[in-house]
């Protein structure tokens, strides 16, 4: 029998394994907590046990740290060798020249044109349509509802809040967390944040 480990924590761990039900008829899925420690380290569930042969894996985590949690998990399981194929829920419309790599995550009712390119560890959410030849780069975490207009190009480590538009032929920078203003219409440089809760907006510090 083939397996599936679904590693990860709540919300997100339970809406992998849905997703992944619904693709996955002929083996079986385990879902796998993590747990933190109170340095912010993983307790990681036994995941040696199984072959990496007949086992892939998928990591289920949010945007904590600019997706860098969910990016060190990633490692960790690679390291083992264990294949983390991507998922992309069946009711999404998505191009059949779609290019997306491991661990990454199309949820359900996106809409994704053709040429994209989709970097690995990636979470497209709910509803996000995505525009003509655009690349969303590696460990990021798009939300729900976003608008990614046609020839835009996404950096790594970014988090695009829900509802956000991002207009044709713009670079947005890596390591951002952009959740206004709602439509944005210029380049975005890197390490830059914008909160829409707080109305703050600047440069996120590198130490």
């Given at each position: 029998?083939?397996?599936?480990?679904?590693?990860?924590?709540?919300?997100?761990?339970?809406?992998?394994?849905?997703?992944?039900?619904?693709?996955?008829?002929?083996?079986?899925?385990?879902p796998?907590?993590?747990?933190?420690?109170?340095?912010?380290?993983?307790?990681?569930?036994e995941?040696?046990?199984y072959?990496?042969?007949?086992?892939?894996?998928?990591?289920?985590?949010?945007?904590d740290?600019?997706?860098?949690?969910?990016?060190?998990?990633v490692?960790?399981?690679?390291?083992?060798?264990?294949?983390l194929?991507?998922?992309i829920?069946?009711?999404?419309?998505?191009?059949?020249?779609l290019?997306?790599?491991?661990?990454?995550?199309?949820?359900?009712f996106?809409?994704?044109e053709?040429?994209?390119?989709?970097?690995?560890n990636?979470?497209?959410?709910?509803?996000?349509?995505?525009?003509?030849?655009?690349?969303?780069?590696?460990?990021?975490?798009?939300?729900?509802?976003?608008?990614?207009?046609?020839?835009?190009?996404?950096?790594?480590?970014?988090?695009l809040?829900?509802?956000?538009?991002i207009?044709?032929n713009?670079v947005?920078?890596?390591?951002?967390?952009?959740?206004?203003?709602?439509?944005?219409?210029?380049?975005?440089?890197?390490?830059?944040?914008?909160?829409?809760?707080?109305?703050?907006?600047?440069?996120?510090?590198?130490?």
């Open positions: 029998m083939n397996y599936k480990i679904i590693l990860g924590k709540e919300p997100w761990l339970s809406m992998a394994l849905e997703d992944w039900s619904l693709l996955e008829k002929d083996c079986r899925l385990i796998l907590k993590i747990d933190l420690a109170t340095d912010y380290s993983f307790i990681m569930p995941v040696h046990r072959d990496t042969d007949t086992t892939t894996c998928f990591v289920a985590w949010g945007f740290f600019l997706n860098f949690q969910r990016y060190e998990i490692g960790k399981l690679k390291n083992i060798g264990f294949s194929p991507p998922i829920h069946p009711s999404a419309v998505v191009s059949d020249s290019i997306i790599r491991e661990n990454s995550w199309v949820q359900a996106c809409e994704i053709p040429s994209v390119k989709i970097g690995m990636t979470v497209i959410s709910k509803k996000t349509i995505i525009g003509f030849q655009s690349v969303i780069g590696n460990n990021s975490f798009i939300g729900s509802k976003v608008n990614i207009k046609n020839d835009v190009k996404v950096g790594a480590n970014v988090y809040g829900d509802g956000v538009t207009h044709s713009l947005i920078g890596d390591k951002c967390h952009l959740e206004f203003p709602e439509h944005i219409s210029g380049h975005i440089i890197n390490n830059s944040f914008a909160f829409a809760t707080s109305n703050l907006s600047g440069s996120i510090i590198s130490l």
